[in-house]
C-alpha cells in the first residue's frame, strides 16, 4: 500500500512516532527523593548531555511530505499556511524539516532538543539573548507501516512503550547528523560502569558534565541539566538530572 499524508489517520501517525520516556537512573520516591535502586547497565555506556529544552519531532514521511510535533502532539504539516505555534517548534524547525529528504521506503523521525528562547525556565542557562538553536539526539525508522497502522491506537501505545520502535545505532546516528547537515547533543564519554551510590552519582555527574556544552552565547549562565546514559546496543538507557539529586539531599538532608 502506498502512503499518503492526506489518507493516513493522524492521531496513529503521531502515537507511533512519539519518543519513549526514559527512566530515571535511580528510581524515584515520595516527595522527590531517590531510591537505591538503578537502571542495570552492561557492556559499554555512552554519556551524551540532557539538554533542558522542548522535545521535537521531525516526521519524514515516505510520500515527500513531512509533520512536525512536540512531545505529545502534531503541530504542523507541509505545506500548511496555519500550524500550532505551539513552543516555537513549527517556526524554527519548518525550514530544516523542508530541506531534509525523504525515503519512499520508509517513515524516519528526527528527534531533536529545541531549546533557548523562552521554551523553558533554563533557558537562561544556554543564552542571555533568548536566542534559540537545536541538538539531534536520535533518529527512529518505521519500516512496513501498514500493517502497524491496521492496528487501535491502544494496540500501537502498548507496541511503542514494549520497544517496538527501531532507532539507528550510534555509527549510523553521527552518520545520519554529518548527512542532513545538524549537530547531535555533545558525545561526553562512552565508559563502562556507573556508580549505584545517590552520593556518588551526583559526585559523577559535576565530573563529568560541571556545565553545558551547548550553551548558545557567552552570556548564557552554563548550567547543564544532566545526562542521559545507555548501552551500544540500546538495551539500556537512563537519565540523571542534576535537579534530582540535589532535591534528594534536601529532602533527605543527607550530604551530596
Avoid at 512503550?161 to 562512552?190: C, K, M, V, W
Avoid at 549562565?221 to 539531599?249: P, Q, W
Wanted: proline share 4%; glycine share 8%; hydrophobic share 40%.
Amino acid at each position: 500500500m502506498t502512503f499518503s499524508l492526506r489518507d493516513c489517520e493522524l492521531n496513529k501517525l503521531n502515537s507511533l512516532t512519539k519518543y519513549p520516556s526514559i527512566p530515571t537512573y535511580h528510581a524515584l520516591g515520595e516527595k522527590g527523593s531517590l531510591l537505591a535502586d538503578t537502571i542495570s547497565f552492561a557492556g559499554d555506556i555512552i554519556l551524551t548531555e540532557k539538554v533542558d529544552g522542548t522535545n521535537s519531532r521531525i516526521i519524514l514521511l515516505p510520500d515527500g511530505n513531512f509533520v512536525l510535533g512536540s512531545r505529545e502532539e502534531l503541530l504542523f504539516a507541509k505545506g500548511d499556511l496555519i500550524g500550532n505555534p505551539a513552543m516555537g517548534i513549527a517556526d524554527a524547525l519548518k525550514d530544516l524539516a523542508d530541506s531534509l529528504p525523504c525515503s519512499p521506503s520508509q517513515i524516519q523521525v528526527l528527534y531533536l532538543e529545541l531549546y533557548g528562547g523562552k521554551i523553558t525556565a533554563a533557558s537562561k542557562q544556554y543564552t542571555s539573548q533568548q536566542s534559540i538553536s537545536w541538538r539531534l539526539f536520535d533518529i527512529g525508522i518505521i519500516e512496513n507501516t501498514a500493517p502497524l497502522f491496521s492496528q487501535s491506537l491502544a494496540e500501537i501505545s502498548a507496541w511503542r512503550e514494549h520497544g517496538g520502535q527501531s532507532f539507528l545505532d550510534e555509527e549510523q546516528l553521527a552518520q545520519a547528523a554529518e548527512n542532513y547537515g545538524l549537530t547531535l547533543t555533545p558525545r561526553i564519554a562512552t565508559i563502562n560502569s556507573l556508580p549505584s551510590d545517590i552520593q556518588e552519582t551526583y559526585k559523577f555527574l559535576k565530573q563529568w558534565l560541571p556545565k553545558t556544552q551547548v550553551a548558545i552565547d557567552e552570556g548564557a549562565g552554563g548550567k547543564a541539566e544532566g545526562i542521559v546514559a545507555r548501552t551500544v546496543s540500546r538495551s539500556a538507557i537512563a537519565k540523571l538530572r542534576f535537579e534530582d539529586y540535589e532535591r534528594h539531599h534536601k529532602r533527605t538532608n543527607k550530604p551530596l
